[in-house]
């Protein structure tokens, strides 16, 4: 059955718990029974962390009854990827040869969480340490499932994530995104999610080739809740080599919808790659919509050319330094197509990966001059809709250059920000996003547009079809 109070916003929960109308701890006690009715069909959460929950919201219950809570966020349900670290639980990122040790320390997003008083429902699932754009692997027991459809994937690698918060169980997930794994999920989940640059979100440990191509932030029903979250989660934490400097306090407060007055250009081609004829009959209308609503949108061709030839041996190159860090008597237990890209990466030189490092660089100039004539760029943010959870990743019928990164990589390349926003659901009934990129540092623009995208478009939250699949489990 459906439950309201699990879809409502974080100014709603607010609002009751200021009110006394309801409590944190009740809200975190539904949230906790949806989990255990729908997980079993999803298989979404990695790890539930009841006690915890429970605890956590026994204390913001207190604060809110004496009139102090810590945050906005205070008693607000979040889910955490699992390959970020919780205190007091192991971080498997998604595979069998991973350390069941449990975390002795938060990482700098989960410490922030807590300190805002936010309640954690436990570590959400993810493909094995995040290598593609579905969630599936060894360490599940099988594939994650979309809540509009559980015969489809909620996409990856946040997929746990995303599919956490389209079904009602969370009112924010943290994901990360080194390739699209924050913007992939949420649009094939019909939510909002941001990629901030590079850097603005702290995290630890933060190592390796991929290091520089990760970024954390929030997936969310709403643009509002994801920018209340972003600026919590953006807060310091000096155990992060490569973090920004810290945004000025305020940073994303008094936010305002808008679009009239900014040069924004369209690319419905990124990169030789296009959106199916599905996709982009959606995109297309969002875009004329939003000229209706006073946007000055300018159709322009892909300013950057094919991805494979200069990047392909980075990211193998970097799947093969992750497998030799694992005893090589366990790499029978790794995801298949996890190791075959690593044992292709482990021929991978150094001539090979410097070449790669100067073509970001070059990839960030081409953006950095693109973004002086044009204040944002649009795009679908996937070629197709969510694929069946059976599909085979990278392989010949879903090969990930063409069918799942083309529009969302390049800006992981470059650090920029980019979001993605539901904009429709297609003729199969499954929701479209699109995909709204800035210059680096350009957060707060983007989720000012997104605001008035969000209102523009009146994609429902949840939206009725959701509701009905949910109803159905």
Same mark, same amino acid.
């Given at each position: 059955m459906h439950d309201a109070d699990c879809f409502l916003s974080i100014a709603e929960?607010?609002?009751?718990?200021?009110?006394?109308?309801t409590r944190p701890s009740v809200i975190a006690g539904r949230h906790l029974a949806r989990i255990a009715r729908i997980d079993p069909v999803l298989n979404a959460m990695q790890v539930v962390d009841a006690d915890g929950a429970l605890k956590a919201a026994a204390d913001s219950d207190a604060r809110w009854a004496a009139g102090r809570p810590a945050s906005l966020l205070d008693g607000i349900t979040v889910t955490i990827k699992d390959n970020v670290d919780l205190a007091g639980f192991p971080t498997r990122h998604g595979s069998l040869t991973s350390s069941d040790t449990p975390a002795t320390a938060d990482a700098p997003v989960v410490a922030r969480l807590r300190e805002a008083g936010a309640v954690i429902l436990g570590k959400t699932r993810l493909p094995e340490f995040g290598w593609k754009g579905l969630t599936d692997g060894p360490?599940?027991?099988?594939?994650? =499932?979309? %809540?509009? &459809?559980?015969?489809?994937?909620?996409?990856?690698s946040s997929g746990g994530a995303a599919a956490c918060v389209a079904a009602g169980i969370g009112t924010i997930a943290f994901g990360n995104d080194g390739g699209g794994s924050i913007r992939i999920p949420a649009s094939f989940c019909g939510l909002f999610g941001i990629k901030p640059t590079?850097? =603005?979100? %702290?995290? &630890?440990?933060?190592?390796?080739?991929?290091?520089?191509?990760?970024?954390?932030?929030p997936i969310a029903r709403t643009v509002a809740d994801a920018a209340v979250t972003?600026?919590?989660?953006?807060?310091?934490?000096?155990?992060?080599?490569?973090?920004?400097p810290p945004p000025p306090d305020g940073w994303l407060a008094d936010l305002t919808p808008r679009l009239a007055g900014l040069r924004i250009a369209y690319a419905p081609a990124l990169g030789g790659v296009s959106a199916d004829d599905e996709v982009r009959a959606v995109v297309d209308a969002a875009v004329e919509t939003l000229r209706g609503r006073g946007a000055t949108i300018t159709e322009v061709p892909s300013p950057i050319g094919d991805l494979k030839d200069r990047f392909e041996a980075y990211w193998i190159g970097a799947?093969?330094?992750?497998?030799?860090?694992i005893p090589r008597q366990r790499w029978a237990d790794l995801d298949p197509g996890f190791r075959a890209l690593a044992e292709r990466g482990m021929d991978v030189g150094i001539d090979q990966l410097l070449d790669a490092e100067a073509a970001r660089a070059a990839l960030g100039r081409t953006f950095a001059a693109f973004h002086r004539d044009h204040d944002l760029l649009l795009t679908p943010t996937m070629p197709h809709v969510a694929p069946p959870v059976e599909t085979v990743y990278h392989g010949p019928t879903y090969d990930r250059w063409r069918d799942s990164v083309a529009f969302t990589l390049p800006f992981n390349l470059t650090g920029q920000p980019a979001s993605t926003t539901p904009c429709g659901l297609s003729a199969s009934g499954l929701p479209v996003g699109l995909q709204v990129v800035g210059p680096k540092y350009a957060e707060r623009l983007i989720l000012e547009a997104g605001l008035a995208i969000e209102a523009a478009l009146g994609f429902a939250q949840p939206h009725p079809r959701l509701v009905e699949a949910l109803d159905a489990m």
């Open positions: 929960l607010g609002q009751r718990f200021a009110a006394g109308s360490l599940q027991g099988g594939p994650t =499932r979309n %809540p509009w &459809h559980i015969a489809v994937s909620p996409g990856g590079f850097g =603005r979100v %702290p995290h &630890h440990l933060q190592e390796g080739l991929f290091a520089t191509l990760v970024a954390g932030g972003l600026a919590v989660m953006a807060r310091p934490d000096d155990r992060d080599w490569f973090a920004l799947f093969a330094r992750r497998m030799r860090l």
